[in-house]
């Protein structure tokens, strides 16, 4: 089993910067995937953004050009480093990893972008 904890969630105002992070633990192979969703209330969880071991990276339309995904391997860390928010940007976010096709998620963290 691996166990994710996700951190840096609060309250930031239109335009602001935030930087989540998450932290793997656990029963650890070797991660592949690892990435960020969001959920906002009454959507669907959506892709935020994902990175593989070697470093490539994806972003969902919404946030590319503002967010940044990176990771650490040797810590089994990825943050999420969250630039010109937007209100739309409000959501519990979830961090995802993939461990030898074992897929896990951390239990979430709540961003809201308000003024």
């Known amino acids: 089993q691996v166990q994710l904890v996700e951190s840096g969630g609060g309250l930031v105002q239109p335009g602001g910067s935030l930087r989540l992070s998450c932290s793997a633990s656990?029963?650890?192979?070797?991660?592949?995937?690892m990435a960020w969703y969001r959920q906002a209330p009454g959507k669907q969880r959506e892709l935020v953004a994902t990175i593989t071991r070697g470093g490539t990276t994806g972003y969902g339309d919404s946030v590319k050009g503002r967010f940044t995904i990176s990771r650490d391997n040797a810590k089994n860390m990825v943050d999420l480093q969250m630039n010109s928010v937007k209100p739309e940007d409000t959501a519990v976010y979830y961090c995802?990893?993939?461990?030898?096709?074992?897929?896990?998620w951390g239990k979430g963290i709540l961003v809201t972008v308000s003024s």
């Open positions: 995802y990893v993939n461990d030898r096709g074992y897929m896990y």
């Open positions: 656990g029963s650890i192979f070797s991660i592949s995937t």
